[in-house]
């Protein structure tokens, strides 16, 4: 199994509809990440967090919410999904301490298109 | 904005030659790491440079540093097939939170 798990792996919606992304990891990071990607634009953070009770904005974390359940699990929610939300969104963890960021454990991608 | 911008965006060379990628970025690191990305999968993490290092080696990968002109750069001898894929940069801003920021990526094909 996968260390880093996201679902679903792709999804198709509809503008106004709410979107819910998962992440679950096995590696026992405290460190989440959510980053999407587009073409040319390399990855952009979107919002991280660094334990359960604490939650962090990125770049880019307008019109994005997300919840931190428990330690394993980082939920990214799109509460009213636009066309240009389109894109490939990304879970990673880090078990890094500190300011200085460690290496990236990445899930699969989550490919999301709103039409 | 784009922490790291990379250089060439695309490259295309014959198998068993190498490749070089670049890497440039704007502000103090902690540190700078290199990702590849098969089409459509997630980054898999190479290497990490620390700010202090100018040089560092893992297998066929070769990276430097140079903090001075805030650049770095990603070396791959004797490439295959196999080594396609797009290859990303990512600085650790020293200062403040523990951010990652990726530059936007170089695509590189090995023809067999």
Redesign the interface.
């Known amino acids: 199994d996968a260390d880093v798990t996201q679902t679903p792996r792709n999804r198709i919606t509809k503008t106004g509809k709410r979107i819910m992304l998962e992440c679950s990891q096995t590696k026992g990071h405290d460190r989440m990440y959510w980053y999407r990607q587009d073409p040319g634009l390399g990855l952009r953070l979107i919002y991280y967090s660094f334990d359960v009770k604490d939650i962090n904005k990125g770049e880019i974390s307008d019109g994005y919410s997300v919840s931190r359940q428990a330690q394993a699990k980082f939920s990214l929610s799109l509460e009213s999904a636009i066309p240009n939300q389109t894109a490939l969104y990304f879970c990673a963890t880090s078990d890094a301490a500190g300011t200085v960021a460690g290496e990236l454990f990445f899930g699969e991608g989550s490919r999301l298109t709103v039409l | 904005?784009?922490q790291?911008e990379e250089d060439p965006q695309a490259l295309s060379i014959q198998e068993g030659e190498n490749a070089t990628m670049n890497c440039s970025y704007k502000t103090s690191i902690?540190?700078l790491?290199w990702?590849r990305q098969n089409s459509?999968?997630?980054?898999?993490?190479l290497i990490?440079i620390r700010s202090n290092e100018r040089e560092k080696h893992s297998g066929r990968l070769r990276v430097t540093l140079d903090t001075s002109k805030k650049s770095s750069s990603l070396l791959i001898t004797a490439s295959r097939a196999a080594d396609t894929a797009s290859y990303?940069c990512?600085s650790?801003n020293?200062?403040?939170?523990?951010?990652?920021?990726?530059?936007?990526?170089t695509k590189l094909q090995v023809i067999p």
């Open positions: 904005s784009q790291g902690n540190n790491q990702y459509g999968r997630g980054l898999v993490h990490l990303f990512a650790n020293s200062g403040g939170y523990q951010k990652v920021t990726f530059g936007t990526g």
